[in-house]
């Protein structure tokens, strides 16, 4: 059974938690990786140079409008192709994250946990614009 009482403020941490990774991860490829050089380990994955502009752009904006709980869902649905990138690219490293080259568990949970931030929608603290409100309505399977 859910607690109605609780269950907005959970969908809040889980949000923040989600957006401050986020964030952090596409703030990382810009100062400590560098664009170029995120493009470069795309490039060199195999993957178009674009992906690494669009995965920056989905984990500091995507990351940004999680924390403040803009566009809760459909924000949570398009971090998701970075994040099943992810997967795939650590696929091969086996399980434990700390593997060299990184497992592919957290990028796993990470992606559900998205999924999950869709399907709650923002929780308590959520700043509710006009147009996510529009956007997140048209993606509210559960209401």
Same mark, same amino acid.
């Not at 907005?8 to 100062?31: D, E």
């Not at 709980?69 to 696929?91: D, F, M, N, W």
């Given at each position: 059974?859910?607690?109605?009482?609780?269950?907005?403020?959970?969908? +809040?941490?889980?949000? *923040?938690?989600?957006?401050? =990774?986020?964030?952090?991860?596409?703030?990382?490829?810009?100062?400590?990786?560098?664009?170029?050089?995120?493009?470069?380990?795309?490039?060199?994955?195999? +993957?178009?140079?674009?992906? %690494?502009? =669009?995965?920056?752009? %989905?984990? *500091? &904006?995507?990351?940004?409008?999680?924390?403040?709980?803009?566009?809760?869902?459909?924000? &949570?649905?398009?971090?998701?192709?970075?994040? =099943?990138?992810?997967?795939?690219?650590? %696929?091969?490293?086996?399980?434990?994250?700390?593997?060299?080259?990184?497992?592919?568990?957290?990028?796993? +949970?990470?992606?559900?946990?998205? *999924?999950?931030? /869709?399907?709650?929608?923002?929780? &308590?603290? /959520? =700043?509710?614009?006009? *147009?996510?409100?529009?956007?997140? !309505?048209?993606?509210?399977?559960? !209401?």
């Amino acid at each position: 059974m859910i607690d109605n009482s609780t269950a907005p403020y959970a969908a +809040f941490l889980l949000r *923040v938690t989600s957006g401050v =990774l986020l964030l952090a991860h596409g703030l990382m490829k810009v100062f400590i990786f560098t664009i170029p050089g995120t493009v470069g380990f795309f490039e060199s994955l195999g +993957f178009p140079g674009l992906f %690494a502009y =669009l995965t920056i752009l %989905a984990e *500091v &904006a995507g990351g940004a409008a999680l924390i403040l709980g803009v566009a809760t869902r459909p924000v &949570a649905i398009l971090t998701l192709p970075p994040l =099943l990138g992810a997967l795939y690219v650590h %696929a091969a490293n086996g399980w434990v994250f700390s593997n060299q080259g990184g497992g592919w568990e957290f990028p796993l +949970f990470w992606a559900l946990a998205n *999924v999950v931030i /869709a399907l709650l929608g923002g929780g &308590a603290f /959520a =700043l509710r614009l006009p *147009v996510g409100e529009k956007l997140s !309505q048209k993606l509210a399977w559960a !209401q």
